[in-house]
């Protein structure tokens, strides 16, 4: 079926993968699959809070989570972005208090408002570098993930070593797990959590010191 998508969630990662999850008209979390590097470019049709048109279908695949959903027609644009206004209200009406409430049940992807300590690079034991940020959310849990959201992977490539500055500060955070790869077992059924959009009701990240999309 066709139908309305608000993306919250735009990534890209080291590989030239990507990935997109957002809202339904019902405000209900929805991941498309496939999602190509390019289509999460600046010319590409999937952007934070710029409303798409999409034909969905379940998902076909044998590890499908909740929110996923198998593309049977391209993403178009479907208006312009949401005001400040409607960014706003959007976001403080869908976010969760904290991580682990985004996550009950089988979720994987949701919203919730943060405090930023501090993003910065950091090289895995393989030798990879990863951008990363640290958070607490409303319940005073804190956690450090990696950062997948395209912009920011854009603004700030690899290779990275140390702390970058003048990102800091209170906003809201999407939030994603993979699909369950049996290295992460325990507390996200499996899955690896990953930041997949630092948002504001601007609808960028420069309040952060990051370009804009």
Known sequence: MTGTLLPLAVTLDADGGACVAGLDLDGRWIRPEPVT???VGPEGPYAFFHPVRIGLGPSTEPDARPEDRAVI???RPAGPALDPAMRER???D???ASVEKAFAGERSAGLVPVDVRRIYGRRSTGGRSFLRL???DESG???DWIVRDARLV???PA???GPLPDLAGPCFLSIGLTKPNGRFPGRFRGCHPLVVGVLSERGDVSAFGAARP
């Open 37 to 39: 590097a390019e289509q």
């Open 73 to 75: 027609a391209p993403p």
């Open 90 to 92: 959007l976001l403080k």
């Open 94 to 96: 869908t976010a969760d």
């Open 134 to 136: 640290e958070f607490t």
């Open 141 to 143: 849990a804190e956690h």
């Open 154 to 156: 854009r603004a700030f």
């Open 159 to 161: 290779p990275l070593e």
